[in-house]
């Protein structure tokens, strides 16, 4: 399976962005799909998950602003960040796994890697 993240650039503060990402090779429609980020110097972190069954989850940091949608015939997901602050500005990255796994704020336990795309909040 292989994971195709979009739509990252730059905004100002309060700006909003939408992430896309969509999984292509495999016949099966993921148990989890959603999102990680990492910003300059500091470790990967949680920021939301989607379940098959439509269960949303969101980091502390985001909630009330992200908001994630999935598209399960399209084996697609999507990241809408709106009232973006300086310090969402990280590369996010695109997980997925076939079974849904509790811990899913955990990254090691995610199969599938999107590529990546770069997310910049300034003024």
């Known amino acids: 399976v292989q994971l195709q993240a979009s739509g990252g650039g730059s905004v100002q503060p309060g700006g909003s962005l939408r992430l896309s990402c969509g999984a292509s090779?495999?016949?099966?429609?993921?148990?989890?799909m959603g999102w990680f980020r990492q910003a300059p110097g500091k470790e990967r972190e949680f920021v939301s998950m989607?379940?098959?069954?439509?269960?949303?989850y969101y980091a502390d940091s985001v909630k009330g602003r992200f908001t994630i949608s999935r598209d399960n015939a399209k084996n697609t997901v999507f990241l809408q960040m709106n009232s973006l602050k300086p310090e969402d500005t990280a590369t996010y990255f695109c997980?997925?796994?076939?079974?849904?796994?509790?811990?899913?704020?955990?990254?090691?336990?995610?199969?599938?890697w999107g590529q990546g795309t770069q997310v910049t909040v300034s003024s």
């Open positions: 997980v997925g796994r076939a079974v849904w796994n509790v811990k899913y704020y955990d990254p090691n336990v995610y199969d599938y």
């Open positions: 989607r379940r098959e069954n439509n269960q949303k």
């Open positions: 090779g495999g016949t099966f429609n993921l148990g989890a």
